[in-house]
């Protein structure tokens, strides 16, 4: 079952911060974020295991609550190339298999 | 470069056309996949190789037809598709396909298909 990511779309000025969401109506055993720049190809930004785990990457983090089946991705103090479509991907069990988000769009402006 | 090589990029085909999208990845991994990606919908999983060896149908019509030859090359060969089927194709590989234990899926940049 796919996770559900919100909001769709966010618009902001560099320097501004944002959340998106990635929630599950089933356990998780572990999340994967991806951000995919139009006509290029999904690019790996971090994997969250269950335990509360936090992960950053340059001015993105994550965290993940297995308890709210739930993770969320900040962005904090965008940039301009941090502009893209961001999925998550859950996994429901230590297996092969990645459900995905449908995606948010984020445009940061100058 | 993501070590995931599509190719074509591009390809527009008719409904009575056959033809293959081909992937190759350079790193090292034992599983791949193929994903379909269309407008406003999640990545779509089709099928999923393991060792060569096909561990997932993800009910994926039969006009949709993969190849996994090795660990390292996978087709998808195409044979009287729909214009509903235009969309990206999205290759992946993983040193897997346990996912989860600091595995991830690595995709290509994806086959731009269009069904007239």
């Known amino acids: 079952q796919q996770p559900v990511q919100s909001p769709q779309a966010v618009i902001l000025r560099e320097g501004e911060d944002a959340v998106i969401n990635c929630s599950s109506s089933?356990?998780?055993?572990?999340v994967h974020w991806y951000r995919q720049k139009h006509g290029e190809a999904p690019v790996f930004l971090m994997i969250?295991?269950?335990?509360?785990e936090q992960k950053g990457h340059e001015k993105i983090s994550a965290s993940f609550n297995e308890k709210k089946q739930q993770s969320s991705l900040y962005l904090t103090a965008s940039q301009l190339s941090y502009s893209g479509t961001y999925f998550c991907?859950?996994?429901?069990?230590?297996?092969?298999?990645?459900?995905f988000g449908a995606g948010t769009t984020v445009t940061v402006r100058a | 470069e993501t070590g995931v090589t599509q190719t074509p990029r591009h390809l527009v085909m008719g409904m009575t056309n056959k033809k293959s999208l081909k992937c190759e990845q350079h790193?090292?991994?034992?599983?791949m996949y193929w994903y379909k990606q269309s407008a406003k919908k999640p990545l779509e999983l089709m099928f999923v190789?393991?060792?060569?060896?096909?561990?997932e149908n993800n009910s994926v019509p039969s006009r949709f037809s993969p190849e996994c030859p090795n660990s390292s090359h996978l087709f998808l060969h195409l044979h009287t598709l729909q214009p509903e089927d235009s969309a990206l194709y999205l290759c992946?590989?993983?040193?897997?396909?346990?996912?989860?234990?600091?595995?991830?899926?690595?995709f290509g940049e994806g086959s731009w298909l269009t069904v007239v």
């Open positions: 992946a590989s993983s040193q897997g396909p346990n996912l989860g234990s600091g595995n991830t899926i690595y």
């Open positions: 089933k356990a998780l055993y572990s």
């Open positions: 190789y393991s060792l060569e060896e096909r561990v």
């Open positions: 969250l295991l269950k335990g509360g």
């Open positions: 991907g859950t996994e429901r069990s230590n297996d092969y298999k990645l459900s």
């Open positions: 790193l090292g991994h034992n599983a």
